[in-house]
């Protein structure tokens, strides 16, 4: 298995909602990754799990909260988001310490109402 | 994190050969340069990576300027599925190991 895989592939939540985006990897990856993605925007990191743990924090607002769970899974919960949150959310895994052989999923697509 | 420019876009036809080309002048000793590409709706693709020599792989040839402030990708044939943004990533070490920052990048755009 070589791919990452996250779901939903897209999500529409309300400003008041609960909402968690999932990925999944079952390459024996030990860095996992969130960015976000503006339309015509680069990805921007967001945070960076290195066996298991918290290695990277962009200075993301706290209404983003990451998780993993264990080495093949990140969650992303998501409360009390702004229009501006909406965005393409990607997962990538890769070897650490490697910076190479990312390997990303194709995202979700979130729309904030 | 060294700074990079790249083309804002580039157009190739089928079946020629592509060079996209990277300035990065403030890279580090100890940076890799790798190349990334998205693919319309898709999340990013890992192309190539290379240190000082130039490197192949089925995907692209990467060519390392002697005095790696630039470099160049190289897809020998291009074909409608290279239609991509490709973006140039130097890749700090220490601190920033295995943290990959992503620039505008090129927008290649592939006539039939």
């Known amino acids: 298995d070589t791919e990452v895989t996250q779901t939903p592939k897209h999500l529409v939540m309300g400003m008041t909602n609960k909402k968690s985006l999932k990925c999944e990897q079952h390459m024996g990856h030990r860095a996992m990754y969130w960015y976000k993605q503006k339309a015509k925007k680069p990805p921007e990191l967001m945070f960076v799990?290195?066996?298991?743990?918290?290695?990277i924090n962009e200075s993301v607002p706290s209404r983003f909260s990451p998780e993993c769970p264990n080495s093949s899974l990140l969650n992303l919960h998501l409360h009390a988001l702004q229009p501006e949150d909406s965005a393409l959310y990607l997962c990538?895994?890769?070897?650490?310490?490697?910076?190479?052989?990312?390997?990303f999923g194709s995202g979700t697509r979130l729309t904030v109402v | 994190d060294a700074k990079t420019t790249q083309p804002n876009s580039m157009e190739s036809n089928e079946e020629e050969p592509v060079h996209l080309p990277c300035n990065h002048s403030?890279?580090?000793?100890?940076?890799?340069i790798h190349w990334y590409r998205q693919l319309p709706s898709q999340g990013p693709e890992y192309v190539i990576h290379g240190l000082t020599s130039n490197v192949n792989n089925r995907m692209a040839s990467l060519a390392i300027a002697e005095d790696r402030k630039s470099s160049t990708l190289i897809l020998h044939r291009a074909t409608l599925r290279d239609a991509a943004v490709y973006y140039c990533?130097?890749?700090?070490?220490?601190?920033?190991?295995?943290?990959?920052?992503f620039g505008q990048g090129t927008i290649l755009t592939v006539h039939p």
């Open positions: 990533i130097p890749n700090a070490g220490g601190t920033s190991y295995g943290k990959l920052t």
């Open positions: 403030t890279i580090s000793g100890t940076d890799y």
């Open positions: 990538a895994s890769s070897q650490w310490p490697r910076g190479y052989g990312y390997t």
């Open positions: 799990y290195s066996y298991e743990k918290l290695s």
